[in-house]
């Protein structure tokens, strides 16, 4: 498994209708993408956006970082919608689980 975290704040002066666009085409995109294993996003009260991606391998997530359309919309994510945000990449992360649940 391959794990990315992105960590974003958004500008003050988004376009929430383009970036809500932008997002669904890329997650519908991604899903499509050999070796997508899950995506979800959540959001802090203070406004951050934690957003994870599982990939099965690091090859996989490289990958659909370079796809040209993914490419376009990150350069309009960095011009556009966010004000900073911070990208981790975990190989082979370690993995506690408690309870019934795999996730």
């Known amino acids: 498994m391959f794990l990315v975290v992105f960590r974003n704040r958004k500008r003050a002066d988004i376009d929430y209708a383009a970036y809500d666009a932008d997002a669904r085409h890329m997650l519908e995109l991604a899903q499509a993408q050999p070796g997508f294993v899950s995506f979800k996003s959540y959001t802090a009260e203070d406004g951050e956006v934690i957003a994870l991606s599982e990939w099965a391998d690091e090859a996989a997530a490289r990958a659909w970082g370079r796809m040209a359309e993914h490419r376009l919309v990150q350069t309009r994510g960095r011009e556009e919608y966010y004000e900073s945000y911070t990208l981790f ?14 996730r």
């Open 89 to 102: 990449a975990c190989p082979d992360p370690r993995i506690h689980r408690f309870g019934g649940g795999e």
